[in-house]
């Protein structure tokens, strides 16, 4: 049944996620590789990565542009609207200690599963951040998984209960006490208001955090760090976000005006922290944790106000805009509603099968099989546009991920020393 399931998807033009060497999984692993901390317990490392390229390193900096999938990162480079990240690419094409890889995406192609693969080295199987919103049975609610609060609340965390502490509800271990203890000092560079939230508590434990409130300081902290090395002359790891190009990509399109100047935004702050380097001791990997699929915002499908389909489901829905979770005792009767009321318009998955064909990554699979649901419903066919209204969810979509198309999935790892 998984070999059938793999070549369903495969046949209607879907990307699977490869956690073997080709994915954002195995970029977390090159991390720990090239630091000398992967152990056997951890994936492989890039199988792609030049060798050349990680002699002598003792730095490694991880930019993750959210949002920028491969598609994209080609299209503006095109364009003109990315000149520096375009002269990397140059240089890779030359193997010029630089080269660039075609990589995958974790599933669901979503931030909140693939920063945690990031910041832990492990599967959505494993650390069970499988969406933006899931059904969590600790709280008897589908919740907002960045934030851990629930759905329907636009602010608020579970944890703002001092009697909660996001460590008891943490199921896999960050990379950084690994790198600490390693003799690898570690910084993670985001949004300042980002520090006190619930997933970075869970899962960014361990690192210090250089904050920044403006989009354009996040350069001013990476060429601090590199210049200034607090670290003096031990390895170390930083870790650099940057979200406008997502936030732009949902609101405006992976196509539009706006998108292409946020890029070129990025673009201007990578070339002021990183253009005056030489090639050095340090490796930089810039990545996305998805791309963006041009979605329709009139072709919202309401699956929230559908009250037969919800008659017959078990939990609110859950999941993602381009992938529904759907808890049912009554898997079939779901699907036959679906098919009847939205012809053409949904790829169907049964839980257990994508959980044996190894889509959600490996493991123990019993946290998932709880927050997944026995359906998942992915918009393809002749509606692949369409978005589906998930509970928490607010505004229509221009631009949107989740699920498994090209553009969704694919994501590039620039790799070049600095």
């Not at 994936?43 to 060798?51: G, H, V």
Request: with cysteine; hydrophobic share 40%.
């Amino acid at each position: 049944m998984p070999d059938a399931l793999i070549e369903r998807l495969r046949a209607r033009g879907f990307v699977l996620p490869d956690y073997e060497g080709g994915g954002l999984l195995n970029v977390a692993a090159t991390v720990l590789d090239v630091l000398g901390v992967r152990d056997e317990t951890d994936p492989p490392p890039l199988r792609a990565l030049e060798p050349s390229l990680r002699e002598g390193v003792r730095q490694v900096v991880l930019v993750l542009a959210d949002g920028l999938g491969l598609a994209q990162l080609r299209a503006l480079c095109g364009a003109g609207d990315m000149p520096f990240v375009a002269s990397i690419t140059e240089r890779a094409r030359r193997h010029d200690r630089a080269q660039l890889i075609e990589a995958t995406t974790v599933f669901p192609s979503t931030t909140a599963a693939a920063i945690t693969t990031l910041h832990t080295a492990r599967t959505p199987q494993e650390h069970g951040n499988l969406a933006y919103f899931v059904w969590l049975e600790e709280f008897a609610q589908v919740t907002q998984m960045l934030r851990w609060g629930p759905a329907v609340h636009r602010r608020g965390s579970y944890f703002d209960d001092t009697r909660l502490d996001p460590r008891d509800y943490v199921k896999v271990g960050s990379i950084y006490p690994r790198l600490r203890r390693a003799g690898v000092a570690a910084y993670v560079i985001q949004p300042e208001p980002f520090r006190l939230e619930a997933m970075d508590r869970m899962h960014a434990a361990g690192a210090d955090y250089a904050g920044y409130y403006l989009p354009s300081s996040m350069s001013v902290r990476l060429r601090d760090l590199l210049e200034q090395r607090p670290w003096g002359d031990g390895p170390a790891y930083v870790y650099a976000y940057w979200a406008g190009i997502d936030s732009v990509a949902h609101v405006s399109g992976p196509q539009s005006k706006e998108h292409a100047t946020e890029a070129a935004l990025f673009d201007r702050a990578l070339e002021r922290a990183l253009a005056s380097r030489p090639p050095g001791d340090t490796l930089v990997l810039l990545t996305a944790d998805h791309g963006h699929s041009f979605t329709d915002p009139f072709k919202l499908i309401d699956l929230i106000g559908d009250e037969q389909l919800r008659s017959i489901l078990r939990n609110p829905i859950a999941g993602e805009p381009r992938l529904a979770f759907l808890h049912t005792d009554q898997p079939d009767r779901v699907k036959q509603h679906l098919e009847r009321r939205y012809p053409d318009t949904f790829f169907f998955l049964d839980r257990d099968e994508a959980i044996a064909a190894g889509l959600f990554g490996r493991g123990d699979p019993k946290v998932a099989r709880r927050r997944i649901g026995e359906v998942l419903a992915m918009p393809g066919g002749d509606r692949a546009a369409s978005i589906v209204k998930v509970d928490g969810q607010t505004f229509r979509h221009r631009g949107s991920h989740g699920g498994m198309s090209p553009e969704e999935m694919r994501i590039p790892v620039l790799a070049w020393r600095a």
